[in-house]
Nanobody, 124 residues
Framework: EVQVEESGGGLVQAGGSLRLACAVS????????VGWFRQAPGKESEFVSS???????YYSNSMKGRFTISSDNTKNTVYLQMNSLKPEDTAVYYC??????????????????RGQGTQVTVSS
């Protein structure tokens, strides 16, 4: 059984940092992509970043430079380092895992497996 679980969310002041983790278990394939999305209250889900099994990365233009995605294959975990956080970054952050190599899948619902999300709140 494949499980995807996010962690690391919390409350942080504007300008601060958080590191989210996405632990994927039971997903044993040679080619895969893990992606991060977020959804703020009253808004549609938004793509944040993705990383492939061979280390290629892809970012939303609006978050490039502040957010960094990385992976630790020994722990089957993908991280999202978020710096210079702004109140508008407040959202539930979700990660997903999918088969293949496509980094630009635009919607989380297209991912094969999805987590339950972790809340990030940035206070002003």
């Amino acid at each position: 059984e494949v499980q995807v679980e996010e962690s690391g969310g919390g409350l942080v002041q504007a300008g601060g940092s958080l590191r989210l983790a996405c632990a994927v278990s039971g997903f044993i394939v040679d080619e895969y992509v893990v992606g991060w999305f977020r959804q703020a209250p009253g808004k549609e889900s938004e793509f944040v970043s993705s990383i492939s099994s061979d280390g290629r990365t892809y970012y939303s233009n609006s978050m490039k430079g502040r957010f960094t995605i990385s992976s630790d294959n020994t722990k089957n975990t993908v991280y999202l380092q978020m710096n210079s956080l702004k109140p508008e970054d407040t959202a539930v952050y979700y990660c997903g895992a999918q088969y293949g190599t496509a980094l630009n899948t635009p919607y989380l619902r297209f991912y094969d497996y999805r987590g339950q999300g972790t809340q990030v709140t940035v206070s002003s």
